[in-house]
T-cell receptor, first 115, second 113 residues
Framework: GNSVTQMEGPVTLSEEAFLTINCTYTATGYPSLFWYVQYPGEGLQLLLK?????DKGSNKGFEATYRKETTSFHLEKGSVQVSDSAVYFCALNSPYTGANSKLTFGKGITLSVRP | DGGITQSPKYLFRKEGQNVTLSCEQN?????MYWYRQDPGQGLRLIYYSQIVNDFQKGDIAEGYSVSREKKESFPLTVTSAQKNPTAFYLC????????????FGPGTRLLVL
């Protein structure tokens, strides 16, 4: 079946540090890949996505590249801010017969950024 | 403004009681979903619906029930059969054309008295 594995957390960084959050996946077919972010006490917001191999998703300074050869979708940001403190989820959407598909989530990782 | 609303924000359940969580969307999405979030476990799918009057069980449907009488609404009932209901519940919706992004509501936190 489909699965998403995220690196163990939590992660604590100083402001302006470089961020990498690892995500690898197992899926049938050709999934689409997503990063969602959850701020404290809120629902999930889509951060970025990529729908085919070698696509790069980007938003708010975050980037992730769909690497089919390594089945990975690592999230990066060059300079984190305190406001980036949140929980980050990697997810995949693997279409099957029919019009829609279900998301499979990783366990999430908590990022804390110190001033 | 288009979006997904969930109510209430906090809900308390007594032993043996059924409670219903509301989810409404005005995005004109066909598909709607309910997820349960527990600390350190990510999100797990409870039920989903692709069309009015039809829904499918997800990975952890036991102890829950849903209905989809209107396109905009997908309420979730946590029944007394759900022995460990304390969690954060998230509703989402998406279109059905190809690969569609799921959009999430703000969530309902359910606590047991």
């Amino acid at each position: 079946g489909n699965s998403v594995t995220q690196m163990e957390g939590p992660v604590t960084l100083s402001e302006e540090a470089f961020l990498t959050i690892n995500c690898t996946y197992t899926a049938t077919g050709y999934p689409s890949l997503f990063w969602y972010v959850q701020y404290p006490g809120e629902g999930l917001q889509l951060l970025l996505k990529a729908t085919k191999a070698d696509d790069k998703g980007s938003n708010k300074g975050f980037e992730a590249t769909y690497r089919k050869e390594t089945t990975s979708f690592h999230l990066e940001k060059g300079s984190v801010q305190v406001s980036d403190s949140a929980v980050y989820f990697c997810a995949l959407n693997s279409p099957y017969t029919g019009a829609n598909s279900k998301l499979t989530f990783g366990k999430g990782i908590t990022l804390s950024v110190r001033p | 403004d288009g979006g997904i609303t969930q109510s209430p924000k906090y809900l308390f359940r007594k032993e043996g009681q059924n409670v219903t969580l509301s989810c409404e969307q005005n995005l004109n999405h066909d598909a709607m979903y309910w997820y349960r979030q527990d600390p350190g476990q990510g999100l797990r799918l409870i039920y989903y619906s692709q069309i009015v009057n039809d829904f499918q069980k997800g990975d952890i449907a036991e102890g829950y029930s849903v209905s989809r009488e209107k396109k905009e609404s997908f309420p979730l009932t946590v029944t007394s059969a759900q022995k460990n209901p304390t969690a954060f519940y998230l509703c989402a919706s998406s279109g059905l054309a190809g690969v569609e992004t799921q959009y999430f509501g703000p969530g309902t936190r359910l606590l047991v008295l």
